[in-house]
């Protein structure tokens, strides 16, 4: 359904549990059914995750973020007659979803389309009334797509200070506490503009650990994060020093964001409708069906890529050898997004080079497979979305000619797994809830 290669993959060793098990985890990220499965419709009335709303005005949706074309198209089938129009800011812009506006933002730096994009938006919100429910779609890419600076701030300042930022290894948390200063529409900032009694925020988390602050700069949720913790990050990465007075001021002292406790919150109903734990839960569901003892490791996986799949490697192994944490059949399943200190120029990605590392610490264990998938679709720099693995790669490999180490030394996973028709290829998904890992033990027989 998602990977477009199933047919070759289904042919390795465990590649149709493997193949089924990734399907199913990006089955629960896919924006559509994510939005679809949690709102209802019965005549006037909405149901929103437990949570009933009667209709007096009229339903409106607006939103930004990679996957936001799929959760609008879901939305605006849910609602029917009830949805009165909208705009939405995605990565490409493609017109019109029934009454919705469909509009191009600019990634991952905000420039001339997303200023456009975002005062359509704020526009739109204009004519939105009392008694009416606001539907808000949210996802990754959200911070850039949609963006209209404070009193005192150029795009452009957002713009060099967010690449600036990121070039020099700030996390999201880090990033996004920075760009909400400068925002009228971060930090809960959203939730002045809206005059609705009623918001809906539906939420795909790209953010490991779910901070309801820290996707897409968190419109809608109160800010964990404080102006002094903002000013701190710009001075960890030398920024603060570089920045002119009058873009230090609007840290010191602009509009402050919405903070827990704040009345406006009890206008807003934030749900998070897939996330990176949802997906896992997906797959080892499927998994337990085929048989497997299925256990969730984590979905806060994080560290370099190549360390990572060593650690998993020793998991699996001690799964292997001594029963533990389970007995085989097992399947281990963890979630996150690791990281990649590129040395080499080759061409991979961190779920690759997570796999091709675990491929080599569980050489000639046929007993052991595993699968790596980045869930939107994309793995790096590479055309690849991840690989399918076993204790038999590395020999494999070296039967061909080919030196598994010199490969993982020169971040040069894809080529790796190309070559050994082991890269899951999915094309963008449109949707993104980190990276997911599953590894298989068997019964030695
Ligand atoms: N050749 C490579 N091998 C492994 N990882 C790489 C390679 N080139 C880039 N990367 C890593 O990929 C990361 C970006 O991955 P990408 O999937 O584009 O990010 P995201 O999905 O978070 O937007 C970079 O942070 C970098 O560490
Ligand atoms: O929009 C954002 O703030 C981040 C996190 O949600 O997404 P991305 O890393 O895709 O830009
Ligand atoms: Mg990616």
């Given at each position: 359904m998602y990977i477009k290669n199933k047919d070759a993959l289904l042919r390795l060793p465990r590649g149709g549990a493997l193949v089924g098990a990734l399907e199913e985890a990006l089955s629960a990220a896919d924006p559509y059914k994510a939005v679809a499965s949690h709102v209802k419709r019965a005549g006037g009335a909405l149901e929103v995750a437990g949570r009933v709303y009667s209709v007096r005005g009229r339903a409106h949706v607006v939103g930004f973020g990679k996957a936001s074309e799929k959760m609008a198209e879901a939305l605006v089938d849910v609602l029917g007659d009830l949805a009165a129009g909208g705009v939405v800011i995605s990565p490409r812009g493609s017109g019109r979803l029934g009454p919705v506006e469909v509009v191009k933002g600019d990634h991952p730096v905000p420039g001339a389309d997303t200023l456009v994009a975002s005062r359509r938006l704020l526009e739109y919100l204009e004519g939105v009334g009392e008694n009416d429910v606001v539907f808000v779609v949210i996802s990754g890419g959200g911070s850039a797509l949609f963006e209209v600076p404070v009193e005192g701030m150029e795009l452009g300042d957002i713009a060099r200070i967010s690449a600036e930022l990121m070039r020099r290894g700030a996390d999201i948390v880090e990033l996004n506490a920075v760009r909400k200063r400068l925002s009228r529409v971060k930090g809960g900032k959203l939730l002045r503009l809206v005059k609705a009694s009623a918001v809906i925020s539906l939420i795909i988390s790209d953010v490991v650990g779910d901070?309801?602050?820290?996707?897409?700069?968190?419109?809608?949720?109160?800010?964990?994060?404080?102006?002094?913790?903002?000013?701190?990050?710009?001075?960890?990465?030398?920024?603060?020093?570089?920045?002119?007075?009058?873009?230090?001021?609007?840290?010191?002292?602009?509009?402050?964001?919405?903070?827990?406790?704040?009345?406006?919150?009890?206008?807003?109903?934030?749900?998070?409708?897939?996330?990176?734990?949802?997906?896992?839960?997906?797959?080892?569901?499927?998994?337990?069906?085929?048989?497997?003892?299925?256990?969730?490791?984590?979905?806060?996986?994080?560290?370099?890529?190549?360390?990572?799949?060593?650690?998993?490697?020793?998991?699996?192994?001690?799964?292997?050898?001594?029963?533990?944490?389970?007995?085989?059949?097992?399947?281990?399943?963890?979630?996150?997004?690791?990281?990649?200190?590129?040395?080499?120029?080759?061409?991979?990605?961190?779920?690759?080079?997570?796999?091709?590392?675990?491929?080599?610490?569980?050489?000639?264990?046929?007993?052991?497979?595993?699968?790596?998938?980045?869930?939107?679709?994309?793995?790096?720099?590479?055309?690849?979305?991840?690989?399918?693995?076993?204790?038999?790669?590395?020999?494999?490999?070296?039967?061909?000619?080919?030196?598994?180490?010199?490969?993982?030394?020169?971040?040069?996973?894809?080529?790796?797994?190309?070559?050994?028709?082991?890269?899951?290829?999915?094309?963008?998904?449109?949707?993104?809830?980190?990276?997911?890992?599953?590894?298989?033990?068997?019964?030695?027989?």
């Open positions: 901070r309801l602050d820290t996707i897409a700069s968190g419109p809608t949720a109160p800010d964990g994060t404080s102006r002094e913790f903002a000013i701190r990050v710009l001075k960890k990465y030398g920024i603060w020093g570089e920045l002119p007075p009058r873009i230090r001021a609007v840290f010191e002292g602009g509009e402050d964001t919405v903070k827990e406790g704040d009345a406006l919150l009890a206008k807003v109903q934030n749900v998070i409708v897939a996330n990176n734990l949802l997906s896992l839960r997906r797959a080892s569901e499927y998994l337990s069906a085929l048989g497997y003892k299925a256990v969730i490791l984590t979905s806060m996986l994080e560290g370099e890529a190549r360390e990572a799949g060593r650690v998993l490697a020793s998991v699996a192994k001690s799964a292997a050898y001594s029963g533990l944490p389970e007995r085989p059949p097992l399947a281990l399943l963890a979630g996150g997004e690791t990281v990649v200190t590129v040395r080499g120029g080759g061409r991979g990605g961190r779920n690759q080079e997570l796999c091709l590392s675990f491929s080599i610490a569980v050489r000639g264990l046929r007993n052991i497979s595993a699968a790596c998938l980045g869930t939107d679709g994309v793995d790096g720099n590479s055309p690849a979305a991840g690989a399918v693995v076993d204790g038999g790669v590395a020999e494999e490999a070296e039967a061909m000619g080919l030196d598994p180490f010199e490969y993982l030394n020169n971040n040069d996973s894809y080529t790796f797994f190309e070559k050994l028709g082991r890269a899951v290829i999915t094309g963008y998904t449109g949707t993104n809830v980190n990276d997911v890992f599953i590894a298989l033990v068997e019964k030695v027989i």
